[in-house]
């Protein structure tokens, strides 16, 4: 990106910062009980929720992962958006409002209420902090990357910024500053991505573009074209590139062959005009096979149904997104909620596909330095240059600065409630010291961790979730004849599996063939099993089905208006 750009972009996004700082401390007049920081006292509505939800939901996975795995990837990145907007039917149709009528602050809450086991409550806490930290560090690794892409400044820079800006807002706002911060975050994270893709539309077909796209073989540079690479990568080679090649001072200029070749650190590429664009390692070279799912031969069905498992199911055991449905007044307004949810997403992910699309065909140079997370950020100006493109590279900065702060506090904001309640006693000033500790772990694990792409990371902690709480829930709210040791067994196993391939695949471990998709993607295994140890444990165990279990079932399923009321949650 320009300096002019860079500027351009830092301002804006700062102001959306200060913006989302704001309006979080609009909450804090108004907080006065755990109840509020918690579920926001049960009134917010189902439109402002549906923006809260929504504006919680669409991460960096959907914000730049999506737009980067289909630069990088073609048709086969469709899978993930596709999954998550599917997760919202799941939760539509099976979760949401049975779970708002439990009248539970948390997962851990309903679990407790449900199976009647405080070993129960204890390992669901546990799993919440998990899936919290796990979908942390993507969000904050991508503000690190953000920094670099404007500054030029350390990845760690962005990540320290973030987090401790993200735990202030959290400590002193809660549930309700939450709502306001989210849903302003989905109206200006829209915004910012539906105007560059418009212009960029139009820019593409005035330019007369697509009638120079190759339709087979590697992409090739228009014009010569400069490339940095700031961190190391391995490019791959389709045909012979001449390059000139500076690092540490020095320039050179080299012919590649066919084939892997490193690039160090802090490395400028130059390439002439017509020549093959390399592309970083994992990514399809070729553009017939961009266009062909399944093109690049490191993809089959397997992987497929793994992360479609992952992300559907995955969706319906998110603690941050579930802890919305206790927000709404009852179980119709959760329903709603979700309806209004699915329409948001469902228009909304359209977008980056079309922008990582764009980013293939019109910015190559993307390809070669590692970092087509940052493609929507950097598009603009590569594309239309001057102050055009530094004005509409600044608007999508500013909804990405959005989107990592609106989304970094909703994950803490769930990992805080339950070590508040859950650990510590309870009150509101434990909430505060819960969301400290919540939030120095994930910066921790973001500097330590391999940067994947996004959607990958985000893919990984979808599989943890969809191999613990989702069965929990699923068979919790529609099968009377689960038991505590059932759950307690189904999510050791499927927790146990998913994250241990999570953890591996986060810290750099590959596997070849079958084993490496599994490694990489485990839902296609793991879910199955949490789902199997859990119906087989508690059929074997039936003395331990909780002896209100019919009623329990009628209030989660019962409609408000008969009546019945909601079963509450004790709190301070």
Same mark, same amino acid.
């Given at each position: 990106?320009?300096?002019?750009?860079? &500027?351009?972009?830092?301002?804006?996004?700062?102001?959306?910062?200060?913006?989302?700082?704001?309006?979080?401390?609009?909450?804090?007049?108004?907080?006065?009980?755990?109840?509020?920081?918690?579920?926001?006292?049960?009134?917010?509505?189902?439109?402002?929720?549906?923006?809260?939800?929504?504006?919680?939901?669409?991460?960096?996975?959907?914000?730049?992962?999506?737009?980067?795995?289909?630069?990088?990837?073609?048709?086969?990145?469709?899978?993930?958006?596709?999954?998550?907007?599917?997760?919202?039917?799941?939760?539509?149709?099976?979760?949401?409002?049975?779970?708002?009528?439990?009248?539970?602050?948390?997962?851990?809450?309903?679990?407790?209420?449900?199976?009647?086991?405080?070993?129960?409550?204890?390992?669901?806490?546990?799993?919440?902090?998990?899936?919290? +930290?796990?979908?942390?560090?993507?969000?904050?690794?991508?503000?690190?990357?953000?920094?670099?892409?404007?500054?030029?400044?350390?990845? *760690?820079?962005?990540?320290?910024?973030?987090?401790?800006?993200?735990?202030?807002?959290?400590?002193?706002?809660?549930?309700?500053?939450?709502?306001?911060?989210?849903?302003?975050?989905?109206?200006?994270?829209?915004?910012?991505? &539906?105007?560059?893709?418009?212009?960029?539309?139009? +820019?593409?077909?005035?330019?007369?573009? /697509?009638?120079?796209?190759?339709?087979?073989?590697? /992409?090739?540079?228009?014009?010569?074209?400069?490339?940095? &690479?700031?961190?190391?990568?391995?490019?791959?080679?389709?045909?012979?590139?001449?390059?000139?090649?500076? #690092?540490?001072?020095?320039?050179?200029?080299?012919? +590649?062959?066919?084939?892997?070749?490193?690039?160090?650190?802090?490395?400028?590429?130059?390439?002439?005009?017509?020549?093959? &664009?390399?592309?970083?390692?994992?990514?399809?070279?070729?553009?017939? /096979? *961009?266009?062909?799912?399944?093109?690049?031969?490191?993809?089959?069905?397997? *992987?497929?149904?793994?992360?479609?498992?992952?992300?559907?199911?995955?969706?319906?055991?998110?603690?941050?997104?579930?802890?919305?449905?206790?927000?709404?007044?009852?179980?119709?307004?959760?329903?709603?909620?979700?309806?209004?949810?699915?329409?948001?997403?469902?228009?909304?992910?359209?977008?980056?596909?079309?922008?990582?699309?764009?980013?293939?065909?019109?910015?190559?140079?993307?390809?070669?330095?590692?970092?087509?997370?940052?493609?929507?950020?950097?598009?603009?100006?590569?594309?239309?240059?001057?102050?055009?493109?530094? #004005?509409?590279?600044?608007?999508?900065?500013?909804?990405?600065?959005?989107?990592?702060?609106?989304?970094?506090?909703?994950?803490?904001?769930?990992?805080?409630?339950?070590?508040?309640?859950?650990?510590?006693?309870?009150?509101?000033?434990?909430?505060?010291?819960?969301?400290?500790?919540?939030?120095?772990?994930?910066?921790?694990?973001?500097?330590?961790?391999?940067?994947?792409?996004?959607?990958?990371?985000?893919?990984?902690?979808?599989?943890?979730?969809?191999?613990?709480? /989702?069965?929990?829930?699923?068979?919790?709210?529609? +099968?009377?004849?689960?038991?505590?040791?059932?759950?307690?067994?189904?999510?050791?196993?499927?927790?146990?599996?998913?994250?241990?391939?999570?953890?591996?695949?986060?810290?750099?471990?590959?596997?070849?063939?079958?084993?490496?998709?599994?490694?990489?993607?485990?839902?296609?295994?793991?879910?199955?099993?949490?789902?199997?140890?859990?119906?087989?444990?508690?059929?074997?165990?039936?003395?331990?089905?909780?002896?209100?279990?019919?009623?329990?079932?009628?209030?989660?399923?019962?409609?408000?208006?008969?009546?019945?009321?909601?079963?509450?949650?004790?709190?301070?």
């Amino acid at each position: 990106m320009s300096t002019a750009g860079s &500027v351009v972009a830092l301002v804006l996004a700062g102001l959306a910062a200060v913006a989302v700082i704001v309006i979080g401390s609009l909450g804090v007049r108004v907080t006065r009980s755990t109840d509020d920081f918690l579920a926001a006292s049960r009134t917010v509505r189902s439109r402002a929720n549906a923006a809260a939800i929504a504006g919680q939901s669409l991460s960096v996975a959907s914000f730049l992962g999506v737009a980067g795995i289909v630069l990088t990837e073609g048709v086969d990145g469709l899978w993930y958006p596709l999954g998550f907007v599917a997760g919202f039917v799941v939760v539509l149709l099976f979760v949401a409002a049975p779970l708002r009528r439990s009248g539970a602050y948390t997962v851990p809450d309903f679990a407790e209420t449900r199976l009647d086991s405080a070993l129960l409550r204890t390992v669901t806490t546990m799993v919440v902090v998990v899936i919290g +930290w796990l979908y942390l560090v993507p969000q904050l690794q991508a503000s690190g990357l953000v920094l670099m892409v404007l500054t030029g400044a350390p990845a *760690w820079v962005g990540v320290l910024v973030v987090g401790l800006v993200v735990t202030a807002a959290v400590t002193f706002g809660g549930m309700r500053s939450m709502t306001l911060v989210q849903a302003y975050g989905f109206w200006l994270k829209a915004v910012a991505l &539906v105007i560059p893709a418009v212009v960029l539309v139009a +820019w593409f077909l005035g330019a007369g573009i /697509a009638a120079n796209i190759p339709t087979a073989g590697p /992409a090739t540079f228009d014009r010569p074209t400069t490339v940095t &690479v700031h961190d190391p990568v391995l490019l791959q080679v389709v045909d012979p590139v001449t390059v000139q090649v500076t #690092a540490d001072g020095a320039s050179r200029t080299l012919t +590649w062959s066919p084939g892997p070749h490193p690039v160090g650190k802090d490395t400028t590429l130059a390439f002439p005009a017509g020549s093959a &664009v390399p592309v970083v390692d994992g990514a399809v070279a070729d553009q017939q /096979a *961009w266009d062909r799912p399944f093109g690049s031969g490191e993809r089959n069905p397997l *992987w497929v149904y793994s992360l479609l498992l992952a992300t559907c199911l995955g969706v319906a055991g998110l603690p941050h997104v579930l802890v919305r449905y206790y927000t709404n007044p009852d179980g119709r307004a959760a329903r709603r909620s979700t309806v209004l949810v699915l329409a948001l997403l469902g228009g909304f992910s359209i977008v980056p596909i079309v922008l990582g699309a764009l980013a293939r065909l019109s910015a190559p140079q993307l390809l070669v330095g590692g970092e087509g997370d940052a493609a929507v950020l950097t598009l603009p100006s590569l594309a239309l240059g001057g102050w055009p493109g530094a #004005a509409l590279g600044g608007l999508v900065a500013a909804g990405i600065a959005t989107t990592l702060l609106a989304v970094s506090a909703g994950l803490l904001l769930s990992v805080a409630g339950v070590l508040s309640s859950d650990v510590l006693p309870g009150r509101l000033g434990d909430f505060r010291i819960a969301a400290h500790v919540a939030g120095a772990v994930p910066i921790v694990l973001a500097l330590v961790m391999v940067r994947l792409d996004f959607a990958v990371s985000v893919a990984l902690a979808l599989a943890v979730a969809a191999s613990t709480f /989702a069965p929990l829930l699923l068979l919790g709210i529609w +099968w009377r004849g689960l038991t505590d040791r059932g759950a307690v067994a189904g999510i050791a196993v499927g927790g146990v599996l998913s994250l241990g391939a999570a953890v591996a695949t986060l810290f750099g471990a590959t596997l070849p063939g079958t084993a490496g998709i599994l490694l990489a993607q485990p839902a296609a295994v793991s879910v199955p099993l949490a789902v199997l140890t859990m119906v087989l444990v508690s059929r074997a165990t039936p003395n331990r089905v909780p002896a209100g279990v019919g009623r329990t079932l009628l209030r989660l399923h019962a409609p408000e208006r008969l009546g019945l009321g909601e079963m509450r949650v004790g709190r301070n």
